[in-house]
């Protein structure tokens, strides 16, 4: 779908197509009612057709429009027009980041940090404002000012693409699957941490030039997310500082709990690594990359390390799985088997023939504490991955159930008894849900669940608002000033011909009265006089009958003034006072301005028909023209006799009417066609 040449919203008037994206086509647009030209993103056909993501995409845009900041590209408006929904944006004339590292192979120490801190930045003003982005990469990242400002962009729609990405993993999520945070692979819960993931990803790529992991498909892409480590980003370039290596590892920890925990913490680190970038602030590399899974020291261990420091016991089997937790090669792995199967060979008798009793009972109560406390994490494990059964014989809930309109406090109590942890995130204002009712829940009704945890998104009711006076303003803007205090206008238009068209005359709910969001308000426009709209043609050119008749036939009034250009051809219309395409009322006065040009042609005069036979004196000849009815003697001299014939010169456009005067006497009258 095409809407260049188009205008939405009866404002936007589409200029250009400057982008596409998997979701939504970009355009270049001029905004007719503030004068200005803004970037209006659409959504596809495709997604536009399903009806709860069209609705969450609204509620997320309008969000994201409530956000300033200097690093976050401002939304103006959001709307639809027949099915068209769009979002109208700041309009950015600049590179994106991916294009800029693309086109420079790296960033230098100072670009990198300058411009993480501008997006951490952005994202902590989002964060703040409980709107999670979703979708930080490069390609979001807009640069002005000679590439050294830089604009996070896609507010409101990364939100909504997250589960559809992440679930089909397809050509549209080719280049965001390579800045996806682990548990966004996994299709598991998202929040600001995530974001700082990604963000940990595009410092990488910055810093060294290149992505962190990257596979032939995206499927392999994501699983490297999950499962490995990245390079350190001083191996792939050694000027990196050990501040920002740090940083950047510990923004792309796969366990969110070693990541850190809030942009304002990033921030904080950033700011310390522009300011001393040799400084050791963080963990050190190995403690941030390795993110193995610890081992937590069970009961007795302790004791069994110190007896074999004294040679007098060794430590049970179970140590080297203990032990094969921190390497992470197999040789290694191999390598630490064999010589815990030595171990265990040599000390073999010191467990099966101990020295005396009363070191026989202590090792004997030791070794059943250790079982005791395996088999408690065995039960925990079970319980933990497999269906707990509970007291009654019920089993507990592995898919989510549908929480969507239910009340909080009870759904929350009625699934804690089976195990399921109902999470309150956040409380909202809805107009659709009552006090208390669930809007969303973080996990989609019939979905596995990954653990026993759902969080939702409880409603706190209709947000109360007041109305605002309208009468005398344009429908236009009273259109979007109800649409920010999120009330719906109902507009009626009558004829009114005291009021300009588009002009509020009243409105049924006064100014000051207490509504709540999304209440319906009716408002009265006037559409104009009643008058039916003509287009004025253009008829310059034409002549001035042509010019008549093509105006009168519109009904049309019109009036002609005469003006002479030598330049141009006589009879045609210089100008019209309506301009061509303006819409006019019927009986509009349209005035005409028509080229005309003297004509000049000689008559002859014969003087002696006019005086007596015989007559042999001095006469006056005059000779008075009059030409569109104003008259000018052109003629005036003494003729002698015998008397001649006189050429007189006359100049007009279409007509003249000559006076013959022979002594101031009439004489006679004479028409003269030009």
């Known amino acids: 779908m095409d809407l260049v040449g188009k205008e939405l919203g009866n404002r936007y008037e589409i200029l250009e197509k400057i982008g596409e994206g998997g979701m939504a086509t970009v355009y270049r647009a001029k905004c007719r009612l503030l004068n200005r030209y803004v970037a209006v993103k659409v959504l596809k056909d495709e997604y536009s057709k399903d009806t709860l993501f069209v609705k969450r995409f609204k509620i997320e845009a309008q969000s994201a429009a409530s956000l300033t900041h200097p690093n976050i590209v401002s939304v103006y408006d959001v709307g639809e027009d027949n099915g068209v929904n769009y979002i109208v944006m700041e309009l950015l004339e600049g590179d994106t980041l991916k294009d800029y590292i693309e086109r420079k192979g790296k960033l230098s120490v100072d670009e990198t940090i300058n411009l993480s801190i501008q997006i951490a930045s952005a994202l902590e003003a989002a964060h703040k404002a409980k709107i999670v982005h979703r979708d930080i990469k490069p390609q979001n990242i807009v640069l002005t000012r000679n590439m050294t400002q830089a604009k996070v962009t896609d507010f409101g729609i990364a939100k909504m693409s997250s589960t559809a990405t992440i679930t089909t993993l397809g050509s549209s999520t080719i280049g965001s699957v390579h800045y996806f945070s682990p548990e966004h692979a996994k299709g598991g819960y998202t929040d600001e941490k995530s974001d700082i993931y990604s963000l940990g990803i595009v410092m990488y790529e910055m810093a060294t030039g290149k992505l962190p992991f990257n596979a032939e498909s995206p499927v392999s892409v994501a699983l490297k997310q999950i499962q490995e480590n990245p390079k350190m980003p001083q191996e792939l370039n050694p000027e990196i500082p050990n501040s920002l290596n740090n940083i950047i590892l510990k923004a792309m920890a796969k366990n969110t709990t070693d990541r850190y925990q809030s942009a304002t913490e990033l921030l904080d ?44 016991e060794t430590a049970v089997p179970s140590r080297k799985l203990s032990r094969r937790a921190n390497y992470a090669d197999e040789e290694n792995i191999k390598e630490i088997d064999t010589k815990e199967d030595k171990l265990e060979d040599d000390n073999k008798d010191i467990f099966d023939k101990p ?84 809007i969303s829940q973080s996990i989609e009704k019939g979905k596995t669940l990954p653990s026993n945890r759902i969080s939702v998104v409880v409603s706190k009711g209709a947000k109360e608002v007041e109305m605002i006076n309208v009468v005398g303003k344009d429908y236009t803007v009273v259109k979007y000033d109800l649409e920010a205090l999120e009330l719906v206008p109902e507009f009626e238009f009558k004829v009114d011909s005291k009021v300009a068209e588009n002009i509020i005359i009243s409105q049924e709910v006064e100014a000051g009265t207490k509504l709540k969001a999304g209440d319906t308000v009716k408002i009265i426009v006037s559409s104009g006089n009643g008058k039916k709209k003509v287009i004025v043609p253009n008829v310059l050119t034409m002549t001035e009958s042509e010019a008549k008749s093509t105006l009168q036939d519109l009904n049309l009034k019109v009036s002609v003034t005469y003006s002479e250009d030598s330049n141009k051809s006589n009879g045609i219309v210089l100008s019209q006072s309506k301009k061509q395409n303006e819409e006019v009322d019927e009986g509009t006065l349209i005035e005409l301005t028509v080229n005309r040009l003297q004509k000049s042609k000689v008559v002859t005069i014969p003087v002696a028909s006019y005086v007596a036979e015989g007559e042999e004196k001095d006469v006056t000849l005059k000779v008075v023209a009059k030409v569109e009815g104003v008259s000018n003697t052109i003629y005036e001299r003494k003729v002698s006799a015998p008397y001649n014939s006189v050429d007189v010169s006359v100049n007009g456009y279409t007509t003249a009417t000559l006076s013959i005067y022979i002594d101031g006497v009439l004489k006679n009258t004479q028409n003269v066609t030009f």
């Open 355 to 438: 020295k005396n009793k009363k070191k026989n009972k202590k090792l004997m109560f030791t070794l059943i504490g250790i079982g005791i406390v395996c088999i408690g994490i065995i039960i925990g494990l079970i319980v933990n991955l497999v269906l707990k059964v509970k007291d009654d014989g019920k089993t507990t809930i592995t898919e989510a159930p549908d929480l969507i309109g239910k009340v909080y406090e009870e759904v929350k109590d009625e699934y804690e008894e089976q195990g399921l942890v109902i999470a309150l995130e956040k409380y909202e204002y809805s107009s659709e849900y009552e006090d208390g009712q669930i």
């Open 269 to 312: 680190d950033l700011t310390s690594a522009k300011l001393n970038p040799d400084q050791k602030f963080l963990k050190s590399n190995s403690d941030i990359s390795t993110s193995a899974t610890q081992v937590i020291p069970i009961v007795g261990m302790r004791d069994f390390e110190e007896r074999k420091e004294n040679n007098t």
